[in-house]
């Protein structure tokens, strides 16, 4: 991992961080039929795998507290990931004890796979943070994400919140209310999106089958150029608060809808194919969630807190395209 950061001017601040993770992995299993509890031919198994992992994050950060009062973040960023793994595995059946290779093997009977799994993401991002006093505070975010596990012609998405909170408990006329230690209140709103999908679900894939005895190719998988981002919209509003230096707790209640939901729905079989991935389908979920926190002894010698928390979700389907 590799991180720099330059402050060109003061309250100006450009940083780069990034990352590798590489693997190689060799296993090797050998059955001597020799060994009590094993198969009477001597097998061996065999398997190779390499794993790498990029990342790179590049940000510009802007952050100043003008008058005393009025605090100002801005920052712009961009984000790139690249992962790639590969596989090769032997299994061989009858090899030679002396010499335990698949090549020593009765070729018949030995079988090989290999895999291959490749995605990316690129991603450009902004932030704008405000708060007035450390009483009123705002924030929006906006970011547009571009991933290689959708369609040709849908691999973009365009994502942003709102979010704003005010600490009831720092204004003058809360001042008599010694007993609140916290009063805040929050709310949200926001477009986030899912991309939580195994590669190649947009492509058009085959698979080896065998037929009269002969290995050959088949389409498996139809393709989808439109398959894209699964998005969630939810709203959100919270209230936390502490009293008598002893009892904690926030409140919230959510409303979360998910549209284009990333499904397999099944298709006309003459098409060629049982079942096609893409977006289909709408869901919702609210709910109310309660977390309450108290001291039941705080002294300098010992502490014991107990807390609890509640919460009610209702999940409503609505819409799973026919």
Known sequence: TMLLRWEPIKHLVIETRNSAEVSFSQDRRYWDPRARGTASDPTLQTTRSQYTNFTTSNTINYSNVFNGYHSLRVLAGHEANAYKYEYEYVYALGVDPQIPHANT??????????????????????IADYNYDNRYFVQATIREDGSSLFGAKNKWGLFWSGSASWNIHSESWMSDATFLDMLKLRASYGLNGNNGISPYKAFGVYSTTQYAGVVGMLPSQPSNDYLSWEKNATWNIGIDFGFLNRIRGNLDVYERVTKDMLLSKKVPQTSGFSSNFMNA???????????????IIATSDMLWTVGANFAINRTEILDLAG
């Open 105 to 126: 093997a009765d070729q018949s009977k030995v079988e090989a796979e290999v895999g291959f799994s490749n995605d990316s993401m690129l991603s450009f991002f902004g």
């Open 281 to 295: 389908g709408s869901m919702k979920n609210t709910g109310v969630e309660l977390q309450l926190e108290g001291d």
